[in-house]
């Protein structure tokens, strides 16, 4: 990692959401008082799912002007925007659902098109309008939320993926050997180009990966999580006890 990374240790998963869904409001809460609206990039996967419902609940649901938040996704499974793996319909249960959000301001990842390159393609045109790029533009998140998988992956920048080595696109399609399963992601530029990088990661199974993540020899190939570093944004690791469990201290006071 170039800079030294930010990292926030809360004592519980319970703290860690409750402190996420706090600097979430206050971010949307900024970039909309300075820009009347707030982009954000949501994670796939569990931990953040009580950071989401946390948003769909008093005082956050309130404190959130809904009409001006314009929702996406990091990465995609797949699959039917109605079937269990889809990162977009758990976080439509958790919360889009039940927050007055205008329906043309959530945008998923098509992913009921006739191939995943075809998800892919059709995203970066939906980033490029959103975000009025020129050829060669990167989006440039308010938030980007991520999480870390077990042996580094992030969104769905898996390691020894081509995926990880694009420099030109915006949303890839890849295919994930591991899990026989074909995945759509938004690409490391994109994810760097973020205002503002908030990694959330929690339990004692992701202790060994984040110490390798954030304090090993840099080594993208094998943890895509270290090709996030935002040149001209904040990174910060919000992380429980139990996955800091393996950190130095130093790092922990960060
Ligand atoms: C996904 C996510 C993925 C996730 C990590 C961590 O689509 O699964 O984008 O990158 O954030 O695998 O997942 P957990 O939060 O479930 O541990």
Known sequence: ???????????????LSREAATRFQRLASESIAVARRFSVALSGGSTPLALYRL?????????????????FWGDERFVPLDHPDSNYGAA???????VPIPAENVHP???????PETAATQYEDTLRRFFSLSEGDI????????GLGPEGHTASLFPESAA?????????????SKLAAWRVTL???????ARQVMFLVAGPDKAAVLRDVLEGPYDPHRLP?????PPDGDLIWLVDEAAASLLSAGLKGS
């Open 187 to 193: 690409t490391p530029p994109v994810l760097s180009s």
């Open 139 to 146: 989006p440039r998140f308010d938030l980007v939320l991520l």
């Open 92 to 98: 439509r249960e958790a919360f889009v659902s039940r």
């Open 55 to 71: 948003l769909a609940e008093a005082p956050l649901r309130e404190a959130i002007d809904w009409s001006r938040v314009h929702l």
């Open 225 to 229: 999580a270290q090709l996030v570093r």
């Open 109 to 115: 990842i098509p992913t009921e098109v006739a191939d």
């Open 164 to 176: 990880l080595d694009e420099h030109k696109r915006l949303v890839v399609a890849t295919f994930v």
């Open 1 to 15: 990692m170039s800079a030294k990374p930010k990292v926030v240790v809360l004592p519980s998963p319970p703290k």
